[in-house]
């Protein structure tokens, strides 16, 4: 439900912050009082294309915010999609510059006027000579049908789900049956390449991991050859001349031995030298190559190549050739079986085609019931709202299977006899319309809908018991949803339970509107002036205190 409205310098409106109640909203005022520019300011709240028109005379911005009580279900999915957290509460803001420049919010997160114009499309449905929306969309009658026939048709409820099931088996087998169909038609291209390749994965039998266990290997092994020549170096080092190091320093000692002091001064010296050889000896006995089998760099460097070329081959990593293996072998098992699995999918599509087209012939069945049961509600409406020569029905053309069965639906209307039915917004004048529009609403609205409804001078051209039968039906219409009526007819605004009048006032040369909700005295007063005109009489006044309900 829409609770508030508040404006800022919208054309002639400067500030304006207006509080919205359940049930009917009745507006009136003079004409020209500015009844339009609210209009204009809600629905620029709710994404409507700017016009710069709107902004204030000498002000650089405007401003207008909507809030809602509550968020249905279609807006929170928006919402999600968009990344927009939300309570019940909800608040859609729009400014407009002077410039032109638009922006957009939804409790205070910044987003394209598109979404809000999403969000504002499910939340307020409007309707008037030159704004209809939503029945006049054809692709919105079968799901309007459908709640209908949910209300008043018992079982319908299940009929749509099993239709759904239905289609959802047999698209999901037909989808198969495409695939396979399309994969024998190029088996006998495929099947050689298949083959061969199959037999070339098999042959490798790749491990996952062991490109990189190769890689690693080969790394170690070309750095152990080269740490070999290396060790080899340091070998040759400590042998030059062909003898080793430790010998020559074994040489000095023994040498140094024949000393005949006694004792030896250098005795500590030998010493040091017999430990040198000891060490020298241990060093190089140690300097042997790594046992790595360097002559195997061959084999891996072959095997690693192998699998790298089979993996730019089929465009996958080495590691998913084993499942590249896998799925081509399976292609190539569904050939050699295609003739069965063809001959099994096509059992299963036409069951499940037989199946959803006895559930569809059944919902279509029961939509046209439905439809049956929709017009004769409405051509019960229309005398009372001055729609006497009108005729309604729901065409139904079929159309290609689908989760909502095989119908298309289109309401017609036509106003006068003889006249062929047409589309709804090529059959009636806008007053016509308009009434139109709020005999359907009256009889398709159900609990379930959180729509707040507008409707912009419902009553053109219709007075007395015309004017008081619509007024009846837009309180009807309050009972179930939130209504904003602008009006000015007497009768309507009896009905109200929120009555707003809007006024127009020249101050310092300076025009304003501004809008209040009324009560008692002052409520009966504008009732009698509408009647009555600028001179309220005893009798208008009367007559007012007769109409408010």
């Known amino acids: 439900m829409l609770t508030a409205l508040n404006i800022s310098n919208i054309v002639l409106i400067e500030k304006l912050n207006l509080e919205f109640g359940a049930g009917l909203n009745i507006l009136t005022g003079e004409t020209g009082a500015g009844k339009s520019i609210l209009l204009d300011a809600l629905s620029l709240a709710l994404g409507a294309r700017s016009d710069v028109g709107l902004v204030r005379s000498g002000c650089d911005m405007a401003t207008v915010s909507a809030e809602f009580d509550s968020t249905p279900e279609t807006v929170r999915v928006i919402l999600s999609e968009n990344g927009i957290d939300t309570d019940d509460n909800l608040i859609l803001r729009r400014t407009l510059g002077a410039d032109g420049k638009s922006r957009a919010w939804i409790n205070d997160t910044p987003v394209s006027v598109r979404v809000l114009h999403d969000v504002g499309d499910a939340l307020v449905e409007i309707h008037g000579q030159f704004a209809n929306h939503r029945l006049l969309n054809q692709t919105t009658h079968r799901a309007a049908l459908d709640e209908f026939a949910i209300a008043h048709i018992p079982g319908f409820a299940d009929l749509l789900s099993d239709t759904r099931n239905a289609y959802s088996e047999y698209h999901a087998a037909d989808v198969k ?58 070998a040759a080092a400590m042998a030059p001349n062909g003898k080793s190091l430790d010998s020559f320093v074994f040489d000095v000692a023994r040498i140094l031995e024949r000393i005949k002091t006694d004792p030896n001064p250098y005795a500590e010296q030998i010493e040091r030298l017999y430990n040198a050889a000891d060490v020298l000896a241990t060093v190089a006995a140690t300097l042997t190559p790594d046992d790595m089998d360097i002559a195997s760099i061959d084999d891996i460097e072959g095997r690693l190549f192998a699998i790298r070329a089979a993996a730019r081959k089929h465009r996958v990593s080495a590691d998913e050739l084993p499942k590249k293996l896998e799925e081509m072998s399976a292609q190539l098992d569904a050939i050699d079986n295609s003739d069965a699995a063809l001959k099994k999918l096509t059992a ?67 106003t006068n006899p003889g006249s062929p039915f047409a589309p709804l917004n090529k059959s009636a004048s806008g007053g016509e319309l308009a009434r ?53 007819s007497a009768q309507v605004a009896g009905y109200a339970d929120h009555h707003f009048k809007i006024e127009k006032s020249v101050s310092n040369n300076k025009t304003t509107t501004t809008v209040r909700e009324i009560f008692g005295a002052e409520r009966v007063n504008e009732v009698a002036r509408i009647i009555s005109g600028a001179e309220i009489t005893p009798e208008s006044i009367a007559t007012a205190k007769t109409l408010i309900k």
Do not use: W, Y
């Open 436 to 488: 139109l529009m709020l005999a359907m609403r009256v009889v398709l609205v159900n609990d379930a809908d959180a729509h707040t409804f507008v409707f912009d001078e419902v009553d053109t051209g219709i007075s007395g018991a015309t004017a008081s039968a619509v007024g009846l039906r837009l309180n009807k219409l309050a009972k179930i949803a939130q209504a904003l009526v602008v009006t000015h």
């Open 177 to 234: 049956l495409r695939e396979l169909r399309e994969m024998v038609a190029r088996a006998a291209d495929e099947r050689d390449f298949l083959e061969h390749n199959v037999a070339e994965l098999r042959a490798l039998n790749v491990r996952p991991g062991e490109e990189s266990e190769l890689a690693d290997r080969r790394s170690a092994i070309m750095n152990a050859e080269k740490n070999a020549a290396i060790v080899s170096d340091a």
């Open 348 to 414: 299963d599509v036409d069951a499940f085609r037989a199946k959803f087209d006895t559930c569809a012939a059944k919902l279509s069945s029961a939509r046209m019931s439905a439809a049956d049961g929709l017009r004769s509600r409405l051509c019960a409406e229309f005398p009372d709202l001055k729609l006497g020569n009108a005729d309604f029905m729901a065409e139904r053309t079929e159309t290609s299977p689908s989760a909502t069965g095989i119908d298309d639906i289109t309401f017609m209307i036509k």
